[in-house]
């Protein structure tokens, strides 16, 4: 088995499941951080891993999640920033609240978890590896995505300026954008017989993408082989984003 220890936020389900399916193939040892942490928990048996109930906008909470990490692995060597809602409300019929909290998710969230296991990568000299799981909206939107697609690309830039200071320590941060995957989060919209027919016809892979998709593409990012790969987002949607029309 590797040394290495991943974290995966959101990982108890959808595409954080499958990240960290995808990581424990790298033999890495699997830190499941949730909301829930019962699901966590059950989520990161599978793998003998850990979870730890974790809410990424309690900065105190993400302490805790490094805090029990150090404690059970002594090491951080993977940060994934997963955890991330979408309530696909029209702005402008949205309330305050639901800006705010998306943002406080999305994008708060990952900063308080980014800077608290980078700071502990430092204190212990680790080149490690850190990924954002970003979206298509950092660069297109809908009118039921301000807030998210808001979120996403500002999600982007913070992503560039942790590479940039991390950069010089070994520390690589990248992102990865996924294009339309079947999670719980978009089972509603395809699972429509429409939505998939366009799918099929829209996306040049033929099919929606599975969050092992997206696991790979993370397992790539965090390979040793990936050193020098910092500060850039990787597209991963079957081909979608290439279309024009
Ligand atoms: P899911 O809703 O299926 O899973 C998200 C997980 O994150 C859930 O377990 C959820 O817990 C958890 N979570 C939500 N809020 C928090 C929080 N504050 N702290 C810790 N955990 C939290 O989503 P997906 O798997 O589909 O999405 C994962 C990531 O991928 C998100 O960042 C999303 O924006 C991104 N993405 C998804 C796409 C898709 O097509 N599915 C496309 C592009 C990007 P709980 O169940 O308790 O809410």
Redesign the pocket.
Known sequence: MSNKVAII??G?????LGIAVCLARKDMRIVI????GA?ARTAAEQFGGLGVA????DRAQVADLVQQTITRFGRIDVLVN?????PFVDVMEMDPSTFKKTLD??LT?AFHCTQLVAREMLARSIQGRIVF?????VNVTSARQGD?AAS?AGLHMLMKSFAIALGPHGITCNAV?????L????RFHWEKPENAAFIKQRVPAGRIGT?EDIGQAVALLVSDEAGYINGVGLIVDGGHQAVCA
């Open positions: 936020t959101g108890a389900r959808g595409i954080g951080a949730d909301r829930d699901a974790c809410d990424v906008t997963n955890a991330g809602i979408c998710v999305n969230g799981i970003t979206s298509l909206a998210y996403k954008a996924p294009g339309m995957i999670t719980d989060l978009t969050p």
